[in-house]
């Protein structure tokens, strides 16, 4: 396979775009948040807690006291491993 020198220029170019991006590691699950939310869409709520998270609590209402499930509860999710009570998690959930 033979290369000409604008193909080489070219590679060079796009691997210094590439390498001229820095890619910042978050601890943690990617696309998981930190924090614990509530899901469940009234009037009909069966909502599972997104990958990286575990149910904490389950409500008719949850945070929201004027949009309450008819069927089902909504769920208050919180990352795994995060060490607060149910209590504290739906004080401070978003």
Do not use: Y
């Amino acid at each position: 396979m033979s290369f000409n020198r604008a193909t080489l220029l070219g590679c060079f170019v796009v691997l210094t775009i590439l390498s001229s991006h820095s890619v910042k590691v978050v601890e943690g699950t990617l696309g998981v948040s930190r924090h614990c939310t509530w899901h469940g869409t009234a009037p009909f709520c069966w909502p599972s807690c997104p990958m990286g998270k575990t149910s904490r609590m389950e409500s008719k209402c949850g945070k929201n006291k004027l949009l309450c499930c008819i069927s089902g509860n909504k769920k208050l999710c919180c990352p795994i491993g995060l060490d607060i009570s149910p209590e504290m998690a739906a004080a401070i959930a978003q």
